[in-house]
C-alpha cells in the first residue's frame, strides 16, 4: 500500500517512522506547509519524497491512504479532501473539534466504502489489551466504575483546552473497556493559569448500564500522573502508565465481601476479603506500530478497525458535552 502523511510537526515523525518501517507500507509521501519539518524528514529517511503542497498527496492516484497530524481545525476539510479522492483516512486524535463535523465526515467515509482510523493510540497499548483480555476471561465479574487521573505541567502553548488535549486518551480507553457510551455526561472545569483556557477539569459520566466514570485532567500538577483505576464485582485494576512493565496493571482479588451469603443480623459488620493480587503480563509490541499496522490490515480486508469513526465520533460527543458543561458553570 502506498501511504501520504500531512502533517509532521510534534506527533507526524512518529507515524512516519512507523509506517517507514512497516512492510505492508510500499510508498511513503509526506507533506508539512513548513518548509523546515520537510528538511528533517529527508534526513531521517531520504528515500521519503517530500512537499509543501499537500494537494500533490491528495490527488496522487497511486497513493491508497491518507493519514493527517494536523492541528484539530483543519482535520475535517483535509480529510474530506481524501475521501472525495477515494482514500482511506487515519486521523489523528480528536477527529474533529465538533460533533457535527465528526458526524458528517463518517457519514461521508461511509458512503464511499473508505476506512476511517483515528489516532486513539491507547486502545492499542499493551496494558489496555491486558485488561480487555483478564475482562473477558471474566474473573473481574461485573465492571462498575471507571476512574482516571491524567495530570501534568503544562501545556508550552494552549491553542485547545485541557479536556481536548487530554481526555480522548481516557475516553478511547473507557469506551473500549466499556464497549457502550453514556448517556448521561457533566463537567466541572476552571482557568487557573490560562486565562480564560480551562486548566484543571473534571468529568463524570453514566452509562445504561448503571456504570459511572470519572476523568480528572489537569495541566497544573508538576508531577506527571497517567493513572485508571476500574472497580469491578470482584475486585479491583489499578493501571499506572508511568510505572515498569511488572508492576504497570494489578489486580486487586479483594474489597467488601458481599459474595458471603451472611446471616441477615451480621449484614451491618462488613467482611473484607483479602485476595490474590495478579500483576498482569503485558503482550509486547509498540502501540503506534500496532495502530498503524492494524490500519493497513483494515483497508486490506476491509475491516473495521476497533479504532473506527464511530468511537471516533463518540469521543468528540463527549468532550463537546463536557466543555459546554463546563463553560455554563465559568469557575474561572
Ligand atoms: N496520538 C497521540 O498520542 C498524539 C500526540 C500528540 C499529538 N497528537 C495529535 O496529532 C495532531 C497534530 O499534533 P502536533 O502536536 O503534532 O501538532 P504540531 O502543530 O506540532 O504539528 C502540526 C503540523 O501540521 C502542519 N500543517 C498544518 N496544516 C497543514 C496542511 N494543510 N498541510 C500540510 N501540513 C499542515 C504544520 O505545519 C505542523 O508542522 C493533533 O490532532 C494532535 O491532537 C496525537
Redesign the pocket.
Known amino acids: 500500500m502506498n501511504i501520504g502523511i500531512?502533517?509532521?510537526?510534534?506527533?507526524?515523525p512518529n507515524l512516519v517512522r512507523n509506517f517507514y518501517n512497516n512492510p505492508k507500507c510500499k510508498k511513503l509521501k509526506v507533506?508539512?506547509?513548513?518548509p523546515g519539518?520537510l528538511e528533517y524528514i529527508k534526513n531521517l529517511f531520504p528515500d521519503i519524497s517530500v512537499t509543501a503542497n499537500?494537494n500533490e498527496l491528495l490527488e496522487d492516484k497511486e497513493i491508497d491512504a491518507i493519514v493527517i497530524?494536523?492541528?484539530?481545525t483543519?482535520h475535517k476539510s483535509?480529510a474530506l479532501d481524501a475521501l472525495r479522492n477515494k482514500k482511506h483516512v487515519f486521523i489523528?486524535?480528536?477527529l474533529t473539534d465538533n460533533y457535527d463535523d465528526a458526524c458528517e465526515l463518517v457519514d461521508f467515509a461511509k458512503a464511499r466504502e473508505k476506512i476511517i482510523a483515528v489516532?486513539h493510540?491507547f486502545q492499542f497499548a499493551s496494558s489496555v489489551t491486558a485488561i480487555k483480555n483478564f475482562i473477558n476471561e471474566g474473573k473481574p465479574g461485573e465492571l462498575f466504575h471507571f476512574n482516571s487521573q491524567r495530570i501534568n505541567l503544562g501545556p508550552p502553548h494552549a491553542s485547545i483546552n485541557v479536556v481536548w488535549d487530554l481526555a480522548p486518551h481516557d475516553l478511547s480507553i473507557l469506551l473500549y473497556l466499556f464497549d457502550e457510551y453514556p448517556n448521561k455526561i457533566n463537567a466541572f472545569g476552571e482557568s487557573r493559569w490560562w486565562n480564560g483556557i480551562t486548566d484543571n477539569a473534571h468529568i463524570f459520566m453514566e452509562f445504561p448500564s448503571k456504570r459511572t466514570a470519572h476523568i480528572h485532567i489537569s495541566w497544573l500538577s508538576s508531577n506527571k500522573t497517567r493513572k485508571i483505576m476500574l472497580f469491578c464485582s470482584n475486585g479491583n485494576f489499578e493501571y499506572d502508565e508511568t510505572k515498569n512493565e511488572d508492576d504497570r496493571v494489578i489486580f486487586y482479588d479483594k474489597g467488601v465481601d458481599n459474595r458471603i451469603n451472611h446471616k441477615e443480623s451480621e449484614k451491618t459488620k462488613l467482611q473484607y476479603g483479602v485476595g490474590e493480587i495478579t500483576k498482569l503480563i503485558l503482550p509486547k509490541g509498540e502501540p503506534l506500530a500496532l495502530e498503524v499496522d492494524t490500519f493497513l490490515d483494515s483497508i486490506k480486508y476491509n475491516m473495521e478497525p476497533r479504532n473506527n469513526g464511530e468511537i471516533g465520533k463518540e469521543v468528540v460527543r463527549i468532550l463537546e458535552i463536557a466543555s459546554s458543561a463546563i463553560k455554563e458553570k465559568v469557575y474561572a
Open positions: 500531512i502533517g509532521i510537526g510534534y506527533w507526524g507533506s508539512d506547509l513548513r519539518r499537500p497530524a494536523t492541528p484539530v483543519t483535509l489523528e486524535k480528536p489516532g493510540i
